[in-house]
Each structure stands twice: as structure tokens, then as C-alpha cells.
């Protein structure tokens, strides 16, 4: 069904169409939009599905259909209302019986998300100031109910980070409300804005809001505990261990579209949060016990394992890489990452190299040519008296020499032996 007939028949039913959400606020700011979400509005369940009878219901507390519009399956729902009853983003009771679009938009968390678009004549529908927001790049509650959902909070920062709007100091203090509930929502939705955020150009933003909210610490308490963890000024004059982590992710998102090396950015330095008062500003051994940290986080929100496996790589190898000088080191490191593609591709692990340290030593900068030197001497090469693991210790000295051999003309000034 193409939309225009899809418009004119709930028109005919006599209903109105609109389109409401993130695409319309994304066709006003000028960007391509995607995923409209339909609001029908004047029709009750049982005429739409008289009229309409090709559409799937899906929605279970509320009338939400599924429709081909345009060659596209789209999500058409019914205007609504919701009165806070329990606890959480299943605690309210919903009204949908002449329900108009200004009560529907009134529902939603921000102005920005609070716009819809008449599908019949193309006018825009914008009660709450969101047109205005946008062109000052700022997101502000639509009403004092946006607490009522805490993931709200999240979705917030979140958009904040996509759009690099800033906030307004009531949906500080709307966030703020929201951190009583908020430890009890579902790891599943804490980690889906999580994904979502770690795709943003400068997710830093999202970080530090959640930090300004008072709900970093409840949320993602391993990052909290980098704060106030000093570090040598020397090497690091942004300050403590969460300014570094958060300009870190910043510089490896920009270069990305890939979420698992942001994600192994943000974690890299995990183990600092957990360094004694008395051992600062140095942090001996956050290596090991970012392992341990990055366990109990997986425990908590059950990470995907590729995120799990690249982030204890870059963990355990983000101080020694760029400081490793014996061959024989070198050769295990450039195999390893080699094994480990599946999970960081070498670019990405050099990637966070890069943004941790400001330079790569040659064996991470000409990877992919010293590794087809070490590839090319394999197993089948071994004198024939050589088995089992001596194979494998005579493998490891010839490619040792050979990388030996590969330094010797690529050192550029540095160091090795």
C-alpha cells in the first residue's frame, strides 16, 4: 500500500495519519530520515481493523499493527495516553479511546521527539516548542512525567551524544529523578543504549551526563571509579583516569562506525579504578585488575563475547605493545593479534594504540607487512626429525629471526633487540 492511500483511507474511516518521532525531527534538521513511526488518530481498534484487514496486530497493552506502507514494514499505533501505576518502564496504564495527537505527543520524553507531521497535507503538528529546541541544538522534557520511564534518562544522554545537542537544567533534574528506578531496569535496555551510544561520533557526551545526573555510578559504576584516580602529569595533563578514558573514546569513535573498539577504548584503563589511595598516581598491575573488573561487568550485563575478547586483548596488551622491544616478544604479540582478528581486527587494535599512547612503534605501524614475512615460514618447513612441540619451538625461532631480520631494516631510529 502506498502511503498516500494508506492517508486518504483512514481520512475515508475518518481517522488522521500522522508520522511522529525521530524521523520528522531528523527531516527538520535536514538529515535523511529513517524508520517512520505512524499515529493513527480518531478510529477506534475495531473500525481500523474493518478497514485495514492485512494488518498484523502486535502491540499487547495497546493497539500497535503491522503494515506493508511504501514496500516497507512500518509500525502504525494508535494515539495513547499513560498513567504511572508500578514501577518501571511495564508500570503504567494506557488509554488509546480518542486519544488526539497533542495528547500523544505530550506522552513522549523530549520537545524534539514531540513533533508530527500530518501525512495528508505534510503540516507539522509541534505543540511543545521542539521546532525552536531544534534550532538552538537543545533537548528539554516535554513534562514533569518524563521521570516516569528512568530509561528516559538514558535515551536522553543518549540522543544528546547523536545530535551533540546539550541539555537544559530541567532535564538535569528530570535524569536525576530517575535514579531510584533506574537500577532495577532490565540489563538488556541499559545495554542496548549502551550499542546505540558507542556508534556516536563523541559518545564521551553521553558519559558525562550520565555523571552530571548523579546515575553514572549506579549505571556503569566501573567508569565512576575512574574518577579521582590521578595519574603521572607527565603522561597524561587531561587529568585523572575518566578525563583520559573519555577523551579516548572520543578520539577512536571518530576514526569508526565499529562499536567494539570503542568499547575496548572504554574499558582499556579499567583497572585504574580500582588502584589504592596510596599507590597514586601510578597504577601498578591495572592491567590484572581490569581483567577482574571486566569480568564482573560481563557478570552483570552479559556482554557479547566479541566485546568481552577484545576488550581483555586491549586490557592486557595496551601498556606493553608500544613498549616492546625483543623480537621474540614481537613475534608473539603480531601471531596473537593475527589469532585474534575474529574478535579486533588489528587496524582496531592499533586504532586504540594510537589513541592511547599518540604513536605506534614500526612492528603496529607496518603490521601487515612483517606479519606476511612471519606467515611465510610455516610448519611444513621443519626438518623432518623435528615432532610434536619441537615443530613448534623451531616455528617460533625461525619467524623470531626473521622478524629479527625485518627490524633490522625498519627500525626507523628505534631501538630493538
Not at 538488556?188 to 558525562?208: A, G, N
Not at 569513535?253 to 598516581?281: E, Q, S, Y
Not at 587494535?349 to 599518540?358: K, L, V, Y
Amino acid at each position: 500500500m502506498l502511503e498516500k492511500d494508506f492517508a486518504q483511507q483512514v481520512i475515508d474511516a475518518g481517522g488522521r495519519l500522522y508520522i511522529v518521532g525521530g524521523w520528522v525531527r531528523d527531516r527538520l534538521m535536514g538529515k535523511v530520515p529513517h524508520d517512520k513511526d505512524f499515529v493513527v488518530v480518531g478510529l477506534s481498534k475495531e473500525k481500523f481493523v474493518t478497514v485495514f484487514t492485512d494488518a498484523k496486530l502486535i502491540g499487547k497493552s495497546f493497539p500497535v499493527f503491522l503494515m506493508e506502507i511504501d514496500g516497507v514494514k512500518c509500525e502504525v499505533a494508535f494515539a495513547r495516553k499513560e498513567h504511572k501505576a508500578g514501577k518501571g518502564y511495564k508500570g503504567f496504564d494506557v488509554e488509546y479511546c480518542d486519544i488526539s495527537i497533542e495528547e500523544d505527543l505530550f506522552r513522549r520524553d523530549t520537545t524534539v521527539n514531540s513533533i508530527a507531521m500530518d501525512v495528508a497535507t505534510g503540516n507539522i503538528i509541534d505543540p511543545y516548542g521542539g521546532q525552536q529546541d531544534i534550532k538552538a541544538m537543545l533537548l528539554r522534557p516535554v513534562s514533569e512525567h518524563f521521570g516516569e520511564d528512568p530509561v528516559r534518562a538514558l535515551r536522553a544522554a543518549r540522543q544528546a551524544a547523536q545530535m551533540d545537542f546539550s541539555v537544559s537544567e530541567d532535564l538535569l533534574a528530570a535524569m536525576r529523578q530517575c535514579r531510584e528506578e533506574i537500577v532495577d531496569e532490565p540489563a538488556e535496555r541499559v545495554f542496548s543504549e549502551l550499542k546505540k551510544v558507542l556508534e556516536t561520533k563523541k559518545p564521551s557526551i553521553f558519559f558525562q551526563l550520565l555523571r552530571k545526573a548523579g546515575l553514572l555510578e549506579v549505571l556503569f559504576p566501573e567508569i565512576n571509579a575512574l574518577i579521582g584516580k590521578t595519574q603521572p602529569v607527565d603522561f597524561h595533563p587531561e587529568g585523572d583516569a575518566y578525563n583520559h578514558t573519555m577523551e579516548i573514546i572520543d578520539r577512536i569513535a571518530d576514526g569508526t562506525t565499529n562499536v567494539v573498539p570503542v568499547f575496548a577504548g572504554l574499558v582499556h584503563d579499567i583497572g585504574k579504578g580500582t588502584t589504592p589511595m596510596d599507590m597514586l598516581p601510578h597504577h601498578y598491575d591495572h592491567e590484572k585488575r581490569g581483567l577482574e573488573v571486566m569480568d564482573r561487568w560481563n557478570k552483570r550485563m552479559r556482554l557479547p563475547k566479541v566485546w568481552v575478547q577484545a576488550a581483555k586483548m586491549v586490557i592486557s596488551h595496551h601498556m606493553r605493545a608500544p613498549l616492546m622491544r625483543k623480537p621474540g616478544k614481537i613475534t608473539e604479540l603480531v601471531l596473537f593479534l593475527h589469532d585474534m582478528e575474529k574478535y579486533l581486527a588489528p587496524k582496531d587494535f592499533c586504532r586504540i594504540i594510537m589513541a592511547d599512547h599518540g604513536s605506534l612503534p614500526v612492528y603496529l605501524e607496518k603490521y601487515d607487512d612483517l606479519l606476511q614475512k612471519l606467515l611465510r615460514i610455516n610448519g611444513t618447513m621443519a626438518p623432518a626429525e623435528k615432532k610434536g612441540t619441537e615443530i613448534g619451538e623451531w616455528l617460533l625461532q625461525k619467524r623470531t629471526a626473521a622478524c629479527v631480520a625485518w627490524l633490522a631494516n625498519n627500525s626507523n631510529g628505534e631501538n630493538f633487540c
